[in-house]
C-alpha cells in the first residue's frame, strides 16, 4: 500500500533535514497546518499550497496534487513512490548514496536471515 500524502511530506521533510517550522516558513504557511497536512487531518489541500510545499521541498507538484487526490492531465506511467523517491535523493552525494545502498543490502540481508530462522524449530 502506497504511502499517504502526510507520511510523503513529512518524509520529503526529513529528508531535506528540516523542522516542521522551517519548513511551513518556507512554504508560507503555519507550522500547525503543516502538521495538519503531515498528520493526514487535511483531506484535500489547496493546489495553491501544494504549490508552495512543492517549491519548498522540492517535490513534483504533480505528484503532490495525485497525492491529495487531484486528477493531473497527462500524467507519466511512473509510480507516485518511484517519482517521489527519486525527487526526495535527486541530491544524496555519492558517498551518501554509497552508504544507503550498503545498509539497504545489509537490511535486506539480515531479513532474509531472520525469516530463515522463524520457520525453523
Same mark, same amino acid.
Given at each position: 500500500?502506497?504511502?499517504?500524502?502526510?507520511?510523503?511530506?513529512?518524509? *520529503? #521533510?526529513?529528508? =531535506?533535514?528540516?523542522?516542521?517550522?522551517?519548513?511551513? =516558513?518556507?512554504?508560507?504557511?503555519? *507550522?500547525?497546518? %503543516?502538521?495538519? &497536512?503531515?498528520?493526514?487531518?487535511?483531506?484535500? @489541500?489547496? @493546489?495553491?499550497? &501544494?504549490?508552495? &510545499?512543492?517549491?519548498?521541498?522540492?517535490? @513534483?507538484?504533480?505528484?503532490?496534487?495525485?497525492?491529495?487526490?487531484?486528477?493531473? @492531465?497527462?500524467?507519466?506511467?511512473?509510480?507516485?513512490?518511484?517519482?517521489?523517491?527519486?525527487?526526495?535523493?535527486?541530491? /544524496?552525494?555519492?558517498?551518501? +548514496?554509497?552508504? /544507503?545502498?550498503?545498509? %539497504?543490502?545489509?537490511? #535486506?540481508? +539480515? +531479513? =532474509? %536471515?531472520? =525469516?530463515?530462522?522463524?520457520?525453523?524449530?
Amino acid at each position: 500500500m502506497a504511502p499517504s500524502f502526510g507520511v510523503m511530506l513529512r518524509q *520529503a #521533510r526529513e529528508v =531535506r533535514e528540516m523542522s516542521g517550522m522551517d519548513a511551513a =516558513r518556507a512554504a508560507g504557511i503555519s *507550522a500547525a497546518y %503543516l502538521s495538519k &497536512l503531515e498528520n493526514d487531518a487535511v483531506k484535500k @489541500p489547496s @493546489p495553491h499550497v &501544494l504549490h508552495q &510545499l512543492s517549491e519548498a521541498l522540492a517535490v @513534483p507538484y504533480a505528484e503532490l496534487m495525485r497525492l491529495s487526490g487531484y486528477r493531473v @492531465p497527462g500524467e507519466s506511467n511512473a509510480t507516485t513512490i518511484d517519482t517521489v523517491s527519486a525527487a526526495l535523493f535527486a541530491d /544524496l552525494t555519492d558517498d551518501e +548514496r554509497d552508504e /544507503l545502498l550498503e545498509y %539497504l543490502a545489509w537490511y #535486506r540481508a +539480515r +531479513r =532474509r %536471515l531472520t =525469516r530463515g530462522s522463524s520457520g525453523a524449530t
